[in-house]
């Protein structure tokens, strides 16, 4: 044999001779696998892997690739990938059921596996199985910067490879690829030159194997035609309603004959056969309809057709085409309608079938990646977790004998599997209902797989009740079109699977079953009925539409349009929406802000919402009301998990207190995992977006959840960005953070009245150039300076101030500013009355020449100072600086009303801005940090110092300040944020480009940052801490802080900023001083009792390896039996010993085990 295996080599022997080589191997040919996967690198034309080299960061694609396993007591071992291609895959090879040796805990020794498994039996099964969960361990064990690879492979050498994917990246599942049915690669499979050219790929480009990329230049092939004809068809007179219904049952048709549902090809050559006769289209279309919704012979087709039933073929009405439009329709049944990807069709279906979404049709789509980052946390892997206890469990079973008991606890797990209800209660198209829908059908796959591995048949697969299938999948939606599109993608997907999995066999009549499993109606609201709002004279009260606009005829800018009107509506005996019975809960609800409900939802909706939910704060938004309702749900037991995507700001005060309340509440919610910011595409339009994702479970299930930070984002090769995920397991709280909960502190007494935002305008007619000031009287009529005012926001801090003033007349009635200003009067009227007019709001319509919001808080707390303090609301850097009290600042500003330089240094200190990273979270589409004054500001413990070391935090401060103006003064073209961008950089080490050395020099950063090191020290120093605190230390103290000054001001010492304002008559507590015996004993914790050992073998199971997981040390079963109330040392050796043959755990040494 290796006579013939030299000769092979030298000569590139066929394929055929390489599968002869190899083919009679046994497991004595185990130790030879590097010469069978060079061999077969040889074969697929892929390059051979490289020498290993002394640094690891450069072994890129080799041999016995070195990753250290951690064990969790501190002590770590090297382990090796048999081979590794950084980017594509790790693979392993098959060691059948041997174990371990101990001397792996060495760190210079190397595992020597052997093959000992016999092929075709259930041993060999499970070594394979324990095979990929080694190397799932592996690729979790890579350095965070290697990122997980999309492939892994586990071989068994001369004999087999099998497959699995996870195209995110981002280690969550790696299921068997393409499916369960078909992931094992025989040797003598690679006689086929598709098979070699699959394996190729996944060797130099695995992702382009991913389907989802493989089928999307399809699915947009498709809709964009679809998109012509439906707007060719509308333009003849149709509805789009009727277009839309008569264009889904035609791409279904087209669907069917593509994927063997009605005989191939044969809609296609019928439209084909109509060319020049189309007035026999409408007849003959009709009659085709007709036969499939009812099964039968088919006249036109000539072929007996299966029943489809099912909404979809209810009407039979086809539209009469032109020849243009038929051809359009050929050539859209040319496509390879079998191949679509059912997780964005629905998607690119509804903008092609909708007119006023239509021009959104080349837009970007939500990638179904980002749709699975929330459909496995949610969803799979808590069934993932009852399957391998499962699996275990019958794998003990069978070890001892009881063949019949194991088989059973499988046919069980399956019953149960098909009776998973999750529900998407906004589930729009469809896409997380039929991503959810495929990791089911790959679950069920396996488990099948494992029934016929202890010898049962698939012979009752296709009976009702018996598969996976759509009536599982629960949807509400209130748009009637996307709801039908759900439900036909659904099906979609459904005969797809079933086509994939099961070849030629048909599925059972009829074929699309009404299960009326998507119901089109409101998910959070139900009433009786709407009337419209009368006025006292008995006429419908109507507003703006909120979209039309026209030409204002003398300023010529876009107003809104008087005669483009909407009723106003009143919601009659509003009530709670009721949701479907169901296990899990996610979906995608709408993005709209508490502000924007109004316009976007109407008066009478929103006003009978916020009446309903009165648990829900009116300042939430829209997303927040399905989260509470499947927050209290799942506290109550009735669902098992819920996820839900909604905007950033879930972590901003007014959407986080809804959260909050459940976390605090009796029964209890847990987080189990969340992303608090995320890129995202808007389904609607493809507009680029800021999400996060949350998921929540019953407090009794576990208390610890993953929480998951994107640390890199690029361009990905397809739609949405590729991101970097870095998961830490903890607690999470409120906020989506985990480790030290700065939402537990509270406001301090000390700092409140001081921190305010500034205005906001409500109509941009209020800004105004210098040279318009003049015009309207500023400088000629007295007093006008008072009304109008130079005006600040964010770009004019972070960049160059615009010079922009704003016409500011607070405190003055409308006849008082006609007679005083007229000039400044016709300008508001014409510039700012007509959209006022039409605003949803009474105080905003009535007092139309006020700014929206005139805050007179912050007003009255500026009154007498020279100078305030103020940050950007939402910027890259946390810079603080004081402006002019002559200046108006604007909302996107926050203020701090004092002068005082100690202030400006603390704030402007690592001390502060690590907390208020920590405190106020992120927002917007550039990720960029929020100052939320409630949070960064009000509960922030200033340090009590003496005057020392105040002065030296004052001088620094009035420095740091001076130099940044001056130097922006001298150059005027330099920017905060180019001097703090630079800042950061020259922190990093890393080199400065051209313009940033320009940048360098002109600010003169190098002193900027001199100065801030120094106000860091000195910041530190007035607190007693060191200066070399790690961030996660500073949180810390400052919680320990802020709940210390609580304790004071209970007691009565307030340690106010700005006494003289916030407490002139001196009664509300001292100023400075700490009161004796004010600290707190903390209560003893109560011992944790021991769970009771649960009763069923697969509750046992999932017990002992949460356990395991659990331990931070390697643990025997007379240790791990200690754990539980009435466990007995061999039930728990039995399930270790199961485990660890499946691989779900390791035993490291004789009797010895690890996760």
Known sequence: MSEERTNY????????????????????????????????????????????????????????????????????????????????????????????????????????????????????????????????????????????????????????????????????????????????????????????????????????????????????????????????????????????????????????????????????????????????????????????????????????????????????????????????????????????????FGTLLERALNPTERHHLGAHYTPREYVERLVLPTVVEPLRVDWEAVLAAAVALDTQGKRDEAVAQLQAFHHHLCGVRVLDPACGSGNFLYVTFEHLKRLEGEVLDALEGFGETQELMGLAGTTVDPHQLLGIEVNPRAAAITDMVLWIGYLQWHYRTRGDVQPPEPVIKKFRNIECRDAVLSWERTEPVLDEEGNPVTRWDGVTTKTHPVTGEQVPDDTARVPLLRYVNPKEASWPEADFVVGNPPFIGAKSMRMALGDGYTSALRTVWRDVPDSADFVMYWWHKAAGQTRQRKIRRFGFIATNSITQTFNRKVVQHHLDSTPALRLSFAIPDHPWVDSTD????????????????????????????????????????????????????????????????????????????????????????????LGRIAGLHTNIRPYFNGRDLTAAPRGAMVIDLFGLGAGEVRTKYPEVFQWVVERVKPERDHNARDAYRENWWQLGENQPRLRESLVGLTRFIATVLTAKHRVFMFLDSAILPDQTLVCIASEDAFLLGVLSSRIHVVWALAAGGRLGVGNDPRYNKTRCFEPFPFP???????????????????????????????????????????????????????????????????????????????????????????????????????????QGLVRWLRPEYQNPSGRMGESQGKLPGSEETAAPVAAKEKPVWPKTLPEQVAAVRAALTQRSVPTTALQLKEAFKHAREPKVQEILTALASIGQAREVEPGVYAA
Request: aromatic share 6%.
């Open 9 to 344: 080599v030298r000569a590139h022997a066929s394929i055929d001779a390489f599968i002869t080589a190899w083919k009679a191997s046994g497991g004595a040919e185990r130790a030879n696998y590097q010469l069978f996967l060079t061999e077969l690198c040889h074969q697929l034309d892929a390059p051979l892997p490289e020498p290993t080299r002394p640094d690891d960061s450069e072994n890129a694609y080799v041999f016995e690739r070195t990753v250290t396993l951690q064990h969790g007591d501190g002590n770590t071992s090297p382990n090796y990938i048999d081979l590794y291609k950084r980017g594509c895959f790790v693979l392993e090879a098959k060691q059948g059921s041997d174990k371990q040796e101990p001397a792996q805990f060495k760190e210079t020794e190397k595992k020597y596996k052997t093959g000992t498994a016999r092929r075709g039996t259930q041993g060999w099964d499970r070594a394979m199985q324990a095979a990929k969960n080694q190397a799932e361990r592996y690729a979790k064990a890579l350095p965070t910067g290697e990122g997980w690879p999309p492939f892994l492979l586990v071989v068994d050498v001369g004999h087999s490879i099998e497959l699995y994917s996870e195209f995110s990246c981002t280690g969550k599942a790696y299921l068997p690829f393409p499916d369960p049915r078909s992931h094992r690669i025989h040797i003598g499979d690679l006689a086929r030159p598709e098979v070699r050219e699959l394996l190729r790929r996944v060797w130099v480009d695995p992702h382009s194997l991913d389907p989802a990329k493989r089928s999307a230049k399809v699915t947009r092939e498709v809709a964009d035609k679809l998109a012509r004809l439906a707007k060719s068809l509308e333009a003849a007179g149709h509805s789009s309603e009727k277009v839309g219904n008569f264009l889904k049952r035609s791409l279904f048709t087209m669907f069917a004959e593509d994927i063997g549902l009605i005989p191939n090809n044969s809609y296609t050559e019928l439209l084909t056969s109509l060319r020049g006769s189309t007035d026999k289209y409408v007849p003959m279309v009709e009659s085709l309809w007709q036969t499939m919704k009812e099964g039968g012979f088919s006249p036109v087709l000539r072929e007996k057709l299966l029943r489809f039933n099912g909404g979809l073929f209810e009407g039979s009405e086809a539209l009469p085409l032109n020849e243009d439009q038929l051809e359009m329709l050929i050539q859209a049944g040319k496509a390879d309608w079998k191949d679509v990807e059912p997780a964005i």
């Open 686 to 777: 493809g507009a680029a977006v800021r999400i996060s994702m949350s998921v929540g479970q019953s407090a009794l299930d576990g208390e610890e959840g993953v929480l998951a930070k994107v640390i890199a984002e690029r361009e990905g090769s397809g739609e949405g960005i590729w991101v970097d995920l870095l998961t830490r397991r903890g607690k999470l709280n409120a906020d989506l953070s985990s480790g030290i909960d700065v939402t537990s502190c509270n406001p301090l007494r000390a700092n409140v009245d001081i921190g305010n935002r500034g205005v906001q305008l409500i109509g941009t007619g209020f800004v105004i150039s210098p040279d318009e000031a003049q015009q309207l009287g």
């Open 944 to 1050: 009590a110092c003496s005057d020392t070391q105040q002065q030296r935090i004052r001088d620094l401060a009035e420095q740091l300040d001076a130099h940044r103006k001056r130097q922006q003064e001298q150059h005027p073209d330099l920017t905060l944020t180019g001097m703090y961008n630079v800042l950061e950089k020259l922190r990093s080490g890393a080199e400065l480009t051209a313009k940033e050395k320009v940048i360098h020099e002109q600010g003169l950063v190098s002193v900027l940052r001199q100065l801030h090191d120094e106000l860091d020290a000195a910041v530190a120093d007035a607190y007693g801490w060191p200066a070399d605190l790690t961030d996660e230390a500073i949180l810390e103290r400052l919680v320990a802080l802020n709940k210390e000054r609580t304790g004071e001001e209970e």
